[in-house]
Every structure is written in structure tokens, then in C-alpha cells.
């Protein structure tokens, strides 16, 4: 049997995919002003299914503006991504864009299959929610190649692209300056996900804070990954040492649930025996018992910024990348109090 290479796609097989004429699909590239809206998001959807991105035609539908985002998120179950996507989408609607939306789950492939988007011209930019570049066919060295694109939410570091996020480090010194002022000299760091830059940044945020101390404290951190199981477990590691902490500074909200969960497990009142503060401020974190001391992430702001940045960038081709960090604002609830002496 041999194998044969795969023939390239034709004009016929995105009108057949398009149902429309053959016609159709070239005033679609050609004149797209005078195709209406809706059969011009068909012709460029099937442009993008297909592969039709060799053809001079397609080339040519490249230099035309689809006033499309094409938005990758690693989860749309995160609890971060409504807001954030609220701030993008207001935006977008007043510059007269839209937003598609890849949850990719952290697929490799799923992000090659959405970046067909940006070389079939379906979307003109890119929001990266992923925290990583998209691994597939992402030029690292050749700028000229590399798509408009801006992360939000977590930084990415490449020199042609900006960034929008809260101010991690800054947030979690103020957080951990809390629990200091309540008299917590033990304080534990519930890390997250191992190599996650947003657990890094936080990381030094608290050590910022413990190293302005007037009297020595140590530095202790704990590995978790960001889930509320991950926090129950940091907390049952912790119970096989001789020294318990008096105050927990979590990683995310998500870890924050799992420790409060697992200390009233055994025994504990939080927050008269320990204090547990958060990290994003997610719906549910004024809705547990006790309501939760968190850093309020500006969700909508990312949003807002990031596509507001991405949309200057496409009109601007050469302006130059940077990064923005917005201020997350500590959020003073039920969980913490000074500790027992």
C-alpha cells in the first residue's frame, strides 16, 4: 500500500464545504465588502477547516481584516476566565470586533487546529490565556512571523509580546503584610502547580514581606496544584511535623477551600486556631464558612487592557510590546484573626 500525500485543498472544496458557489467564495476574498456577513464567516470558517491557506487566494484573504480575536484559554472552567472574557468582550463590541473562543485543555494539537484561524485570516489577532506560548508552529526567532498576539491574566515572556496581569508580587507582599500585622509569625506558602509562573511571582511576593520583618521569619512554602484536593493535601503533609503554622497564605482561592475543608476536618476553627488567605477572590470565596480573605483579582481590567492593547497593535504593527500590572486589592473577610498565645 503506498501512502499518498494529501492533495492540497481547492477553491471546490471550500465552496462545497461552504455551500456556497465557487463564485461566492472568490468575491469573499477578493471584495469581501460586497459579501454579506454571514456567508463570509462561512467561506472563512471553511477556509480554516480545509487548509486553504497555500492558495494566492487565501493569501490574499490574509491581507484583508476579519475583525475577528481569536481568544486560546487553557479552561474555560476557570473561575478567573468570566471576567476576564466580560473585559474583552466590552472592548471588542466598541472597536467593532468579535471574539472566538479555544479551550484548548492544554492540547497541543487542539492549539495547532486553532491557529488555523489566524493563517486562513478567520481571526486577525491573538489573546493567549494559556500562559505559554501556542507550542505548535509558533515561530520563536522569526518576529515577522509571529501573529499579533497579547497575554492576559498570566505573563508570556517574548520580546514580541505584551502582557497584562495583576501585580502578583506586589499583591501577595500585601497579603502576607496582613497577616503579619495580626501578629502570624508562622506563615506557610501553599504553593501551586510546579514551574506555574503566577505561584513564582506570589512566591516572592511573600518573601518580600517576610524579609521586611523587624524580627527573623522563615521562609516555608509547601507544594500544592491549585485545586481545592491539592490544598486538603498540602494540609495533611504539614500534620506529619513537629511545628505547625498559625496562618496559611494560598496560591489561589481554589487551595485556600481545600485547607479551611481539611482543618475543620480535624478539629480546627479557622479562623480562631489559623488564619487562611486566598488568592483571585472567585464567587465562591464570600459564599464558604468563614467567608474568605482573599486578593481581588482585576478581571474585567485584564480584559479590558488586553484586548484594548491587541487592537492598538493591529492598527500599529510597530509599536513597541510592554507590560501591564494592575493592582489586586486585598479583600478583608472572616477568615483570619490574630493568633492564640
Known amino acids: 500500500m503506498h501512502n499518498h500525500p494529501k492533495k492540497p485543498a481547492t477553491i471546490e472544496d471550500v465552496a462545497r464545504l461552504a455551500e456556497v458557489s465557487i ?25 480554516a477547516r480545509t487548509g486553504y491557506t497555500a492558495n494566492a487566494m487565501a493569501q490574499n484573504l490574509r491581507r484583508q481584516r476579519s475583525h475577528m480575536v481569536l481568544v486560546l484559554a487553557e479552561s474555560i472552567s476557570d473561575p478567573n476566565f468570566p471576567g476576564i472574557l466580560t473585559g474583552l468582550e466590552k472592548v471588542a463590541n466598541a472597536r467593532g470586533y468579535g471574539v ?12 495547532e487546529k486553532y491557529l488555523r484561524f489566524l493563517s486562513a485570516g478567520t481571526a486577525d489577532g491573538l489573546i493567549l490565556l494559556t500562559g505559554h506560548l501556542p507550542v ?10 509571529i ?9 508570556v515572556q517574548h520580546d514580541n509580546i505584551s502582557y497584562v496581569c495583576t501585580d502578583d508580587r506586589a499583591a501577595a507582599r500585601i497579603a502576607t503584610e496582613y497577616l503579619m500585622s495580626l501578629g502570624h509569625k508562622r506563615i506557610v506558602y501553599v504553593a501551586g502547580p510546579k514551574g506555574n509562573v503566577l505561584s513564582e511571582r506570589r512566591l516572592q511576593g511573600y518573601c518580600d514581606a517576610l524579609s521586611q520583618s523587624s524580627e527573623p521569619m522563615s521562609i516555608w512554602k509547601i507544594d500544592g496544584d491549585g485545586t481545592s484536593l491539592g490544598g486538603r493535601a498540602a494540609v495533611e503533609r504539614l500534620f506529619i511535623r513537629d511545628t505547625l503554622p498559625t496562618a496559611f497564605f494560598c496560591f489561589n482561592d481554589n487551595t485556600a477551600i481545600g485547607v479551611i475543608g481539611a482543618l475543620q476536618d480535624r478539629g480546627y476553627d479557622v479562623p480562631g ?14 459564599n464558604i464558612t468563614p467567608a474568605l480573605t482573599t486578593i481581588r483579582q482585576p478581571r474585567s481590567q485584564i480584559g479590558e487592557h488586553a ?27 472572616s477568615s483570619c484573626s490574630a493568633p492564640k498565645t
Do not use: C, Y
Open 23 to 47: 463564485a461566492t467564495v472568490s468575491r469573499a476574498i477578493s471584495k469581501p465588502e460586497k459579501v454579506a456577513e454571514s456567508t463570509r464567516k462561512k467561506v472563512n470558517a471553511a477556509i
Open 273 to 286: 486556631d489559623m488564619s487562611v488567605v486566598g488568592f483571585d477572590d472567585i464567587p465562591f470565596a464570600s
Open 100 to 111: 472566538l473562543i479555544g479551550n484548548t485543555d492544554g492540547d497541543v494539537a487542539l492549539e
Open 147 to 155: 501573529p499579533p498576539a497579547v497575554a492576559a491574566a498570566t505573563p
Open 307 to 333: 484586548m484594548t492593547a491587541l487592537l492598538d497593535r493591529l492598527a500599529q504593527p510597530n509599536a513597541p510590546t510592554e507590560g501591564k500590572e494592575l493592582h489586586g486589592d486585598l479583600i478583608v473577610r
Open 136 to 145: 505548535a508552529g509558533w515561530p520563536e526567532q522569526s518576529k515577522s512571523l
